[in-house]
């Protein structure tokens, strides 16, 4: 119903309640196709004729603009001229119900139908994604005659609610599929406590917009609420949709399996397995392309695309489109439009944290998104996806190799990243036999930052000497993993001591060593080169040369030999 006939109603209530004969109306009503013969049965169950005429009205409420036209003809046909009088102008316009044609016009009926429901609006800066909101739409058109399961997957940020709730403002989509209404509901993260308390507060949002004298108390438990709910959905929302946002828990999905309607939105594609019912699924590639990205920028810095500086395409390839982060950016800029260059050098830096929310987005920051998603893995699965970093940026890898460095079973390696490109933590391509797999750079990214930390905590606690699975991979990883960190300092004196020497070529190998020492070569000194190439063969020999006598031989200006008379006098002292 259009906002203008509701609050007209709204406001002459109390004289129709007072007036008018809902039998004779309802008869109208029906006849006019715009009321069933059970909503009437309901309404003539009530006491008196005021109380009828109430319920009436209630319902009239919920019901769409023909219904009140509807009702406006049958007042005449009863003489209820005056009455009728309050109504007419604010009748709504019959021609732009029949202009189904206009495809995605948010018309009043529409946004009627998606307020009424909780589907948020467009962000204030919104750029339009023609075909993916196609293929939504598509999804959705199968749940036309059968009850069934829209999921909407993709990775954080990548918009996935902002897709759907474009997607269902279509007049035709509306009208065809879901005249009982769409219903949204923001779940995200929560436990069961919590899940019943939303469960709860969707049945009194149904309950509520159905007959306001009787509420009935509210569910006790999740299976109780389930019931109560597959009861509205059944019996008083027929038809209808049902959006739950940002699900990651197929627990939480199985207190919505009750055959009805429903779209979600996840990283997790494969949450709906453990549910019952016809199942459809659309994929959101994580970026915008550049011109969509440079519009999000232009949109809030209020530029013409063309005008933007050239920091602008630099910032949507940094992050491959990512409409969160452009937005994110975005709404930065618009506040200091002359930090262009700082913002890009943050993403450049990878300062997520920094780059804070300004919008409504559910974290703190890109990286809390981030975070959560891996936080969810089971734990033996996290810590092999933090061993990711290893992925070069751009480059696609087979699951061999990884089988190498995890030391599992090729088929083992496949589920395990099957499940990460499930949860949107990991993109396959399958084009290639066998397929290969690959990080979003921002994923890349936000793991090295991640392992940064760790990787800082490692190196204060001293080189690593057991030969334990743990010090193991860290001996093997170290260098590499500081060197892509960017800790070159760290690096620097790790390898520039001879501790880290002997340590890792005793447990690695010399080989191990020397190439790492060519592969930094460029932040070191030469000395330690120089060093390990005239005495790397010895490194292989058992026993084990002493390192520090090896360096005693070295020239007497070099670092190599000063560590080394250190460490000599420091055993001299200690005996
Ligand atoms: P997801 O549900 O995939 O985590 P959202 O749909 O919440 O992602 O989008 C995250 C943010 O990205 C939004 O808050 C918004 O700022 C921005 N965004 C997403 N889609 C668009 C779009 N089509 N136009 C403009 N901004 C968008």
């Given at each position: ?206 309950e509520q917009s159905l007959d306001s004298q009787t509420l009935s108390r509210p569910p006790n438990s ?207 391509d399958s084009h290639h036999k066998p397929y290969l797999y690959y990080l979003h750079d921002l994923q ?132």
């Amino acid at each position: 119903l259009e906002e203008r006939a509701r609050s007209c109603l709204l406001r002459f209530r109390h004289r129709l309640e007072q007036d008018i004969k809902p039998s004779y109306l309802m008869d109208h009503m029906i006849s006019d196709g715009v009321m069933t013969v059970d909503e009437e049965e309901k309404i003539r169950t009530k006491p008196t004729r005021k109380d009828q005429s109430a319920a009436l009205l209630e319902l009239l409420l919920m019901k769409d603009n023909r219904a009140y036209i509807s009702f406006y003809n049958s007042l005449i046909k009863e003489s209820y001229d005056d009455l009728a009088h309050l109504l007419r102008e604010d009748l709504p316009s019959i021609f732009c119900e029949a202009h189904k044609s206009s495809s995605d016009s948010a018309t009043s009926y529409v946004q009627t139908v998606l307020s009424e429901g909780g589907v948020p609006q467009r962000p204030v800066v919104f750029v339009s994604r023609p075909e993916l909101v196609n293929r939504v739409r598509e999804k959705l058109y199968w749940l036309q005659k059968d009850p069934g399961w829209v999921t909407v997957f993709g990775m954080a940020g990548s918009g996935k609610s902002v897709l759907t709730a474009e997607a269902v403002r279509h007049h035709g989509l509306i009208e065809d599929c879901f005249p009982g209404g769409i219903h949204w509901l923001a779940i995200g993260q929560l436990d069961k406590p919590d899940l019943l308390v939303k469960m709860q507060s969707l049945c009194f949002r149904l309950e509520q917009s159905l007959d306001s004298q009787t509420l009935s108390r509210p569910p006790n438990s999740l299976d109780e609420a389930k019931e109560r709910l597959r009861f509205l959905m059944l019996r008083r929302y027929p038809r209808s949709l049902l959006i739950l946002d940002d699900i990651w828990d197929s627990t939480v999905l199985k207190a919505f399996d009750i055959h009805c309607r429903i779209l979600l939105t996840t990283r997790n594609r494969s949450l709906t397995d453990s549910v019952s019912g016809a199942k459809y699924e659309v994929g959101v590639q994580s970026g915008l392309d550049e011109n969509k990205g440079l519009e999000i920028l232009a949109l809030y810095t209020k530029m013409k695309p063309h005008g933007l500086p050239e920091e602008a395409r630099s910032i949507v390839r940094e992050c491959k489109g990512s409409p969160l982060v452009v937005s994110l950016i975005g709404a930065l800029l618009k506040d200091n439009p002359n930090r262009w260059c700082y913002y890009l050098r943050q993403l450049q830096q990878k300062q997520f944290k920094r780059i804070r929310k300004s919008s409504s987005y559910d974290y703190d920051a890109l990286d809390q998104a981030m975070a959560a998603s891996i936080e969810v893995l089971p734990d033996e699965h996290r810590e092999l996806y933090k061993d990711l970093t290893v992925l070069e940026k751009d480059i696609k890898i087979p699951a061999k190799v990884l089988s190498v460095l995890w030391d599992l079973e090729p088929e083992e390696v496949e589920d395990i990243l099957q499940e990460f490109v499930d949860k949107s933590l990991l993109f396959v391509d399958s084009h290639h036999k066998p397929y290969l797999y690959y990080l979003h750079d921002l994923q890349l990214d936000f793991l090295v930052e991640q392992n940064r930390t760790q990787l800082e905590q490692h190196y204060r606690d001293g080189p690593p000497t057991s030969g334990d699975e743990e010090c193991l991979y860290w001996i093997r990883f170290l260098t590499y993993h500081m060197a892509k960190a960017n800790l070159s300092q760290e690096l620097y004196s790790l390898m520039f001591s001879l501790d880290w020497v002997s340590t890792k070529s005793q447990i690695m190998g010399p080989a191990h060593l020397i190439n790492d020492y060519v592969e930094y070569g460029s932040i070191l000194d030469k000395e330690f080169q120089e060093f390990l190439s005239q005495n790397g063969h010895q490194l292989e020999e058992r026993p084990f040369p002493d390192v520090v006598q090896l360096a005693l031989s070295q020239p007497h200006n070099s670092e190599v030999y000063r560590q080394a008379r250190l460490q000599a006098q420091d055993r001299t002292s200690t005996g």
